[in-house]
């Protein structure tokens, strides 16, 4: 069965202090590892796909890698613009456009 | 920039009433999803729809749910006899093909 882990399950950061976001997943024949920002009372908003165990993808002060087991999400000097949910899923094994997601990691940067 | 929306953003229904939720997926997109989030847990996929047909279905999507795409442009979720347990915020999302899905601003039904 495909799962997926976030951890941790909230951080509080100062503006200009970096940090990472961990996805684990276990899935059978990944076709894409994702990642999401979600406001509150929001839909998920797409940041990221990742396809293959060392594949890397940026966007401003977000960065996405992936390998066999993990993703993580590295944010470099964030700020408070930059607080939300992060979200990542899967899609793979049998199901063709699933995304199976994790419970995200509530980010909260203070200025 | 091209984006999927929903109508209504707010639903307030009696248990055993019906209600369909609607979307309009991205113009150039062929497949479609609806997703739901009960408050403080996980995005939960329902359903996935292609060719005019559901591709797949998870458990929660029983026979008291139907998806629908009428016309050319719109999307849509029907619950037959809604429950207590169906409150949740009800997200439809679009995909050219096996790439991201982009999600809709989403609908929140509260079933009293």
């Known amino acids: 069965e495909d799962q997926v882990t976030q951890s941790p399950e909230a951080l509080r950061l100062q503006e200009g202090e970096s940090s990472s976001l961990n996805c684990s997943y276990t899935?059978?024949?990944?076709?894409?590892l994702f990642w999401y920002r979600q406001d509150p009372g929001k839909g998920p908003e797409f940041l990221f796909t990742?396809?293959?165990a060392g594949e890397e993808k940026e966007k401003e002060r977000l960065k996405a890698t992936l390998t066999k087991k993990e993703s993580f999400l590295h944010i470099t000097a964030p700020k408070p613009e930059d607080s939300a949910t992060y979200l990542c899923?899967?899609?793979?094994?049998?199901?063709?456009?699933?995304?199976?997601f994790g419970q995200g990691t509530i980010l909260t940067v203070h200025p | 920039e091209p984006e999927v929306t929903q109508t209504p953003s707010h639903q307030v229904t009696q248990m055993g009433q019906e209600v369909i939720l609607r979307c309009v997926p991205i113009?150039?997109?062929?497949?479609f999803y609806w997703y739901r989030q009960i408050l403080g847990q996980k995005v939960e996929f329902l359903v996935s729809?292609?060719?005019?047909?559901?591709?797949?279905k998870s458990e929660i999507f029983d026979d008291q749910f139907s998806v629908e795409r009428p016309d050319g442009s719109n999307f849509t979720l029907k619950i037959r006899s809604t429950k207590l347990e169906d409150s949740a915020m009800y997200f439809c999302?679009?995909?050219?093909?096996?790439?991201?899905?982009?999600f809709g601003p989403g609908t929140r039904l509260l079933v009293l």
């Open positions: 899935v059978s024949g990944l076709r894409g």
């Open positions: 999302a679009s995909s050219e093909s096996s790439g991201p899905q982009y």
């Open positions: 113009s150039n997109h062929l497949y």
């Open positions: 729809f292609y060719n005019n047909e559901i591709s797949e």
């Open positions: 990742l396809y293959s």
């Open positions: 899923a899967n899609a793979g094994g049998t199901s063709y456009g699933k995304l199976t």
